[in-house]
């Protein structure tokens, strides 16, 4: 398994499952087949309401604690600095772990240097082996660590063909944080599966669709966490990393860029009011 080392020296794998919108009734069989198939990093969060069946697979794998890399992430609501440091200790009790991972502010809205600073502590204390952050402009992101001791490891930002982020990729690689994609399939929109670029290149290589994006993300230096609920898939798209793009291919790709999500409008100030009000408990 190919991996990446983080700025604080930690490595993380270069591939993970993801499991948001995963049922919480199908998300431990998910993950059990996932860890079956060769995933050793699993990624959810408190706001997808699926950690036990994480946390329930990760005891029943047979695997030692320290071959998984166990990421989550802190819902806006518990953005204030003692709220934060309760929040993590539900996600620890709901997953059954006695460290994680990784540890990602969710969005970037509410009191985010309380909730930073709360994860802060909990790093230091050794709780965390690596912090991060998810869905951060380079503005937000820059203005984050120059007012903190501790720089995020990570940024996870929605990456896939359709909207690549290669302002953000630029910035991050400058500063030595990991680039990580959520929804590298872009959740199925625009057709992606029938991109008639994507199908070619796939169709050269003896591969899928799926593969070609992995792969693609993949050399730009962007980790991934596909999800699917299919083991089938899950054996796919780990097959990923056994082949290389061309320039000429990796240019092709590049230019299904839009430079806009196709899954919501981060300005869209309706969508910013419903993420930073939305409550996930009372």
Known sequence: MKEVRLNNGVMMPA??????QIPENDTERAVSEALETGYRMIDTAASYFNE??????????????EEIFVTTKLWIQDYEYDDALL?????????????????????????????????ERLYKEGRIRAIGVTSFSNERLQDLFLHNEIKPAVNQLETHPFFQQKAANTFLSQEGIQHEAWAPFAEGQNDIWNNPVLKAI??????????????????RNVVVIPKTIRKERMAENLNSFDFTLTKEEMQAIAGLDTGRSPIYDDMDLATTKYIGTHKIHD
């Open 202 to 219: 796939a169709a050269r290589h003896g591969k899928t669709v799926g593969n070609v994006v992995l792969r693609w993300l993949n050399q």
């Open 15 to 20: 591939i993970g499952f993801g499991v948001f």
């Open 87 to 119: 929040a993590f200790d539900k996600s620890m009790s709901s997953l059954g772990l006695d460290y994680l991972d990784l540890w990602l502010l969710h969005k970037p809205y509410g009191n985010y240097y309380a909730a930073w600073r709360a994860a």
């Open 52 to 65: 036990k069946q994480v946390g329930n697979a990760i005891r029943h794998s047979g695997l030692k604690r």
